[in-house]
């Protein structure tokens, strides 16, 4: 049975955390992506389908690149930032759950069902988007997440030798500029947006 979090680290988590617009001049090791993901892969998905395929763009020609296909706002941020993630999803996952998932046929569940394997593989791909920010977090960086580039053209430039893979969202990485943060915007208490039944 698991004992609550420490204030101090639900704060780091959630309450003090921010989306950063910009980040101090400190760089951010490969050893630190991968310690993202192995922390990433842990996150609950449909029968473990682990359908987030991520590219690290680091490189300042991996960089110029994805900004380019983005927003000018969005493109200025990635430029700047030590590391800018690309959350994609297979939309073909379901190709790998003889391995993942080895429990049942889960295959059989989505293979020929375009549909349900799109939504399956949108809906884990976006809870493994939030799993990647938690990571980021508990591991003393900071993220700026966001939509706004053309999803299209990014799958072109980043996933052409992987057809069935699929932007869902970006975000940059790294030691966030406090100076780059808004005010928080606001966060209404549970009776607003929440029922008991």
């Known amino acids: ?75 200025e941020k990635i430029l700047k930032a030590p590391v800018t993630a690309i959350i994609g999803m297979d939309t073909e996952f379901y190709e790998l759950l003889p391995e993942l998932f080895p429990h049942a046929d889960a295959r059989s569940w989505f293979k020929g069902n375009d549909a349900l394997a799109h939504a399956t593989a949108f809906r884990n791909s976006s809870l493994q988007g939030a799993y990647f920010i938690l990571a980021a977090r508990a591991l003393g960086l900071d993220t700026g997440p966001m939509s706004g580039f053309n999803n299209d053209a990014v799958d072109a430039a980043f996933f052409a030798d992987q057809p ?5 969202f970006i975000s940059t990485l790294g030691y966030g500029d406090p100076t780059s943060i808004f005010e928080r915007s606001p966060r209404p208490g549970f009776e607003r947006f929440n029922t008991i039944v």
Not at 54 to 63: G, N, P, Q, R, Y
Not at 164 to 168: A, E, L
């Open 1 to 75: 049975m698991s004992e609550p979090l420490s204030d101090s680290a639900l704060d780091q988590l959630f309450r003090t955390a921010r989306t950063y617009n910009g980040y101090l001049d400190q760089p951010v090791s490969e050893a630190q992506l991968h310690a993202i993901w192995d922390l990433v892969k842990f996150g609950p998905t449909s029968a473990n389908s682990l359908p987030a395929r991520i590219v690290w763009c680091v490189s300042d020609e991996a960089k110029q690149k994805l900004a380019a296909l983005a927003l000018p706002a969005n493109g």
């Open 164 to 168: 069935t893979v699929k932007s869902n």
